[in-house]
């Protein structure tokens, strides 16, 4: 059994480590937490986008979209997922980590993994308006950046899906204008 614990708590602080068993597939287990915090999102008006970061069989960091909520453009459940990770492990290298996500990486989060050094990424559900890794873009195969990562595409890909065609269709027959992207 994989352990997890929760990385963020509802108010977007770092919460304590609390570890929970999890018997599956580490990839299935460490997605069905991403879409919990996708959840999250889509509950205070996120598009519903949930990572993970996986080190050692462990969830060190987890995290949820959170643009409308901080008005932060940059604030991407995988880059704040990243944040949190490289506090916890003290080190923004995270050469061991892997990142889970509900939603392929947009190149803005894509550049980061690259950037932090992430051994692998898991992804949900492909994004052919913004995916880059593997959709438009593959930033996180390109042998003229400075470092690659192993991607696995589709796990609980329609789980993800599903979450993000009931938002964007409640958002479209909504009165809030609807249109948010990623």
């Not at 919990?36 to 889509?42: I, R």
């Not at 050469?95 to 894509?110: G, R």
């Not at 400075?146 to 269709?169: D, I, K, M, W, Y």
């Amino acid at each position: 059994m994989a352990q997890l614990f929760s990385g963020r708590s509802a108010s977007g602080s770092l919460a304590s480590a609390r570890m929970t068993d999890v018997p599956a597939h580490p990839d299935t287990a460490a997605m069905q937490q991403a879409l919990v915090e996708a959840s999250t999102a889509a509950a205070h008006g996120d598009v519903p986008v949930g990572a993970v970061v996986v080190i050692d069989g462990r969830v060190v960091a987890s995290a949820h979209n959170e643009r409308q909520r901080s008005n932060d453009p940059t604030a991407h459940a995988e880059i704040l997922a990243l944040r949190d990770a490289a506090h916890r492990v003290g080190s923004w290298r995270l050469t061991t980590a892997t990142l889970v996500v509900t939603l392929e990486p947009c190149p803005m989060c894509a550049g980061a993994l690259v950037a932090a050094r992430v051994r692998r990424l898991v992804y949900g559900a492909d994004d052919p308006k913004a995916g880059a890794c593997g959709s438009l873009y593959n930033i996180c195969a390109d042998p003229r950046l400075n470092h690659e990562l192993e991607v696995t595409p589709g796990v609980l890909a329609e789980q993800s899906s599903v979450l993000l065609r009931e938002f964007f269709a409640e958002r479209r027959s909504g009165s809030d204008g609807g249109g948010e992207d990623r």
